[in-house]
């Protein structure tokens, strides 16, 4: 069953993009591999997109989404039509010959990996980010059976496309379903780096860039998951490629396809904008007509506006909460000026780790590659050390090429990538290497294609091919370190419990919680990383980013807190961890024993787990205990429940 | 294509791979015990 839904959801998902590029009149101008790299990314964008509409209608029964994926299916004839049976379709593939003896182990390596990323696929869902609102929105939504808005800012009330598409996996066929199609997902990215290096490069070229971009740190620890960034990669390489192309062709069906991937970026993170408003500046200044700038602002807003729109409806603010104080808010919003400040204080030291400067700019690459700080997480979620290898050499090609380079749109897909580094540097809310992780397969590709421009002319006597193979090698070992903690139990028939518990931080609370609480009892839950694993209601109170109930250090109102517990029907707080009480974590405690002391609250009774976990793939777990207090709100009114204000 | 200075660029590009290729190793060399632990 599980397998029936993975394969009907690729098959709807290229139909639905070879529709899309068929009715562009782009499948005869795409490479065989191209078009369909091109078809899933396009048709993977678009069932995000139909999944917005079927939510807000309330239409999330799985034959209701079934019955909408399988409009999809009449597409896959298309794929026969387009690129797919034109092997030479948009310029023949490279012809230069490739030894066996260099296909046959990259074809090997690019099995091993994916196989791998099977395995890691069929271990229950870990990464905190995931459980905390990746996989855990599309969960609550499907409970409810509609369209949630929760007033979150950064990863709820925010763009949600790509996690619409794991609503539609998890609805038609459960969990499994959904992190096989996180796999099936992230292996996209692949499939297109190798289609642009095809038209471009050899075949051993082109495989060892897609096994290289498949295996970068930042993939292995995300692509797997519900993270964003490898499915948004997808987008960028359709954007940043069509806008370039777009340029030469003063095309608009180009045009349109850059607007289509830039939008649907831009509907999956708000860091979308930036490419999205990148290849608009792209086409403008290389475009001699309206047309293709008309066509690319109206299908970018088409693709992109249905998360904006719902945080305006909602809010007020359609990039909640960025233009607080700038536009009026509904009323409702809970958003506070000191929730902002909080927030910007918070977790602004957390996510720059160096200065917006020049100097940095240049450096920040290098650092983040041989020696990264620690707000980077460049160490295990970097980006390889491919790109800066062949950065050199790359120079050396485009130097020998350089009076035809402008006449290159890969050139202009190169400019796309580097204005959008340039803004994430200065604009960015984060500094953490992965957030790159969109930019860099664009980069991989021109990189190896200048750099095999200065081989063609220069023999290197190896060194590109050295460079590659020390690249695979390196991330390949580290895929295989990666992969223990979810081979090792598999080959032991470990349960889910088992594997959880060691996996996920505080697994035995949402334990305890599921079993010790009763169906309907809502939680305030402090701690994010078991939201999806909860079976019961949740509040999910973060403390950052969130103020529906206040939690910041400086919240001292009892009273208060009871009243925004009542509004959200809370039955329970859940206090801790006690490792957290020094850092802020000690508001949920303070005031529920503020509660407790007015008669408005019983307990707490002590809940005791496992520590929090370092690191999933290299453990450093210690025997130390950590401990989280359970309070029960009465439902009978209390000395507090006075009527009040604010 | 002959290029008269291909030697020099040919050593240039060696003597970075190798170099890149040790630093980016270098700074995971901390981790080597506790992937060595892992493996056993």
Redesign the interface.
């Known amino acids: 069953m599980t397998a029936a839904v993975l394969l009907f959801l690729i098959l709807a998902v290229c139909g639905g993009g070879a529709a899309l590029l068929a009715a562009l009149g782009l499948s005869a101008r795409l490479g065989r591999f191209e078009f369909l790299g091109w078809a899933f990314a396009l048709g993977y964008g678009l069932l995000g997109w139909v999944m917005f509409p079927l939510a807000a209608l309330g239409w999330l029964a799985p034959w209701q989404i079934a019955a909408t994926c399988a409009v999809g299916l009449a597409g896959l004839p298309l794929l026969r039509r387009g690129g797919l049976a034109a092997p030479h379709a948009g310029g023949a593939p490279h012809a230069d010959g490739a030894p066996w003896w260099r296909v046959a182990p990259l074809l090997l390596l690019l099995a091993g990996l994916m196989a791998l990323d099977g395995v890691e696929a069929l271990a229950p869902p870990a990464d905190a980010d995931s459980l905390a609102y990746h996989y855990a929105l599309p969960r609550r939504m499907l409970e409810a059976g509609h369209l949630l808005f929760v007033e979150r800012a950064l990863d709820a009330a925010s763009p949600q496309l790509t996690q619409m598409t794991l609503a539609a996996a998890l609805a038609l066929g459960g969990e499994r379903a959904m992190t096989l199609w996180s796999m099936v997902s992230g292996w996209g990215i692949g499939l297109l780096v190798f289609g642009l290096a095809r038209r471009h490069l050899p075949l051993d070229w082109s495989l060892a860039l897609a096994a290289a971009t498949l295996s970068l740190p930042a993939m292995l620890y995300a692509g797997g998951t519900g993270q964003v960034e490898p499915r948004t990669a997808m987008f960028l390489l359709v954007a940043a490629v069509a806008s370039g192309r777009a340029t030469r062709h003063d095309s608009v069906a180009w045009a349109l396809a850059a607007a289509l991937a830039a939008g649907f970026f831009a509907a999956s993170k708000y860091t979308g904008l930036l490419p999205a408003t990148v290849c608009f500046v792209i086409l403008a200044a290389r475009t001699r007509h309206w047309r293709p700038l008309a066509a690319y602002a109206a299908a970018g807003l088409a693709a992109a506006w249905q998360w904006y729109g719902w945080n305006w409806w909602n809010t007020g603010d359609p990039i909640f909460p960025m233009l607080f104080g700038h536009l009026p808010y509904a009323p409702g919003t809970a958003w506070s000026a000191e929730q902002a400040r909080y927030m910007a204080e918070s977790l602004m030291p957390m996510e720059l780790g160096v200065p917006r400067s020049l100097g940095w700019l240049f450096a920040y690459p290098l650092s983040a590659t041989f020696a990264g700080h620690p707000a980077f997480e460049s160490g295990r979620t970097g980006l390889g050390p491919l790109a800066v290898l062949l950065a050199p050499l790359a120079l050396g090609g485009a130097w020998v090429h350089r009076r035809r380079l402008t006449a290159q749109p890969l050139t202009w897909a190169l400019v796309v990538v580097a204005l959008c580094y340039l803004l994430w540097f200065f604009l960015g809310p984060s500094q953490r290497v992965r957030h790159l992780l969109p930019l860099v397969p664009v980069l991989l590709v021109v990189l190896a294609v200048a750099a095999h421009r200065l081989a063609a002319t220069v023999s290197l006597g190896g060194a590109t091919w050295a460079a590659l193979a020390f690249a695979l090698a390196v991330q390949a070992a580290g895929q295989g370190v990666f992969a223990l903690k979810f081979v090792r139990p598999l080959l032991a028939g470990g349960d889910r419990d088992s594997f959880l518990a060691a996996n996920v931080n505080y697994y035995e609370l949402a334990q305890w919680l599921n079993h010790d609480l009763g169906p309907a009892t809502k939680i305030l839950l402090p701690v994010r990383e078991i939201d999806y694993l909860v079976t019961r209601p949740i509040f999910h109170a973060n403390r950052y980013v969130q103020s529906v109930v206040d939690l910041r250090p400086e919240a001292d109102d009892p009273e208060r807190f009871l009243r925004q517990l009542r509004r959200q029907n809370v039955d329970v707080v859940v206090a801790g961890p006690a490792s957290g009480f020094a850092g802020g974590g000690e508001t949920p405690e303070r005031l529920s024993r503020a509660l407790v002391a007015a008669g408005c609250a019983s307990g707490p009774q002590e809940v005791v787990t496992a520590s929090a976990i370092p690191s999933r793939t290299l453990g450093g777990r210690t025997t130390e205990k950590d401990r989280f207090h359970i309070y029960r709100i009465s439902h009978e009114p209390c000395f507090l429940d006075r009527p009040a204000a604010g | ?1 002959k ?1 008269r ?2 030697p020099l ?2 050593m ?3 003597a ?2 190798a170099l ?2 040790l ?3 270098h ?2 060399a901390g ?1 080597a015990p ?2 060595m632990a ?2 056993r």
Request: net charge neutral; glycine share 0%; hydrophobic share 85%.
């Open positions: 294509m290029h200075l291909a660029i040919i240039a590009a060696w970075w791979v890149a290729a630093a980016y190793v700074q995971f981790l506790t992937v892992l493996l």
